[in-house]
T-cell receptor, first 116, second 110 residues
Framework: DTGVSQNPRHKITKRGQNVTFRCDPI?????LYWYRQTLGQGPEFLTY????????KSRLLSDRFSAERPKGSFSTLEIQRTEQGDSAMYLC??????????????FGPGTRLTVL | KQEVTQIPAALSVPEGENLVLNCSFT??????LQWFRQDPGKGLTSLLL?????REQTSGRLNASLDKSSGRSTLYIAASQPGDSATYLC?????????FGAGTILRVKS
């Protein structure tokens, strides 16, 4: 399968614990995005990378959240000291940005986080 | 603030009906407009992408239009089938991020 993959698919944790999610984009894609989706809502933008550089962060991304893309390939999203309000689906997307290329974002299956 | 609104929030139709889903956006400086499908508990599947210079796109039984001046897009589904049951999301691309509506939950009854 050459699509965007995310691991784990489900994560249940207790309040106050740290969690880390991984996203593997489509191999030739240079952009990688993180979104968060709560029940009954559309996804909300969190952050995006162009290669290994994190170029934009939403105000939703509090200081408990950190994202990395160390070698411009896979990315990790870490949430420290989780709160019940962090419970959501975390979606990753990737795209190929460049001259003459339509920047279509392709989404992974998401990681469902439940904070007890 | 860039906002995207979708109407209706939910729709139930009998199999075979043609239907229209509506999307409106507040900021007309949109780079492109995408329609996605989301099945319960799953990720998003891109259906159609309309660039800001285009007026519509078609794929099979789906047709999406874009009117930047009025801030509206519609997704037309012809001859609906039970397999079309899902949540349909529209998203405007602004800069390097997508701004999504809350979606329309579609149920096609057999």
């Amino acid at each position: 399968d050459t699509g965007v993959s995310q691991n784990p698919r489900h994560k249940i944790t207790k309040r106050g614990q740290n969690v880390t999610f991984r996203c593997d984009p489509i191999s030739e894609h240079n952009r990688l995005y993180w979104y968060r989706q709560t029940l009954g809502q559309g996804p909300e933008f969190l952050t995006y990378f162009q290669n290994e550089a994190q170029l934009e962060k939403s105000r939703l991304l509090s200081d408990r959240f950190s994202a990395e893309r160390p070698k411009g390939s896979f990315s990790t999203l870490e949430i420290q000291r989780t709160e019940q309000g962090d419970s959501a689906m975390y979606l990753c997307a990737s795209s190929l940005a460049g001259r003459g290329v339509t920047d279509t974002q392709y989404f992974g299956p998401g990681t469902r986080l439940t904070v007890l | 603030k860039q906002e995207v609104t979708q109407i209706p929030a939910a729709l139930s139709v009998p199999e075979g009906e043609n239907l229209v889903l509506n999307c409106s956006f507040t900021d007309s400086a949109i780079y492109n407009l995408q329609w996605f499908r989301q099945d319960p508990g799953k990720g998003l599947t891109s259906l159609l992408l309309i660039q800001s210079s285009q007026r519509e796109q078609t794929s099979g039984r789906l047709n999406a239009s874009l009117d930047k001046s009025s801030g509206r897009s519609t997704l037309y589904i012809a001859a609906s089938q039970p397999g079309d049951s899902a949540t349909y999301l529209c998203a405007g691309e602004y800069g390097n991020k997508l701004v999504f509506g809350a979606g329309t939950i579609l149920r096609v009854k057999s």
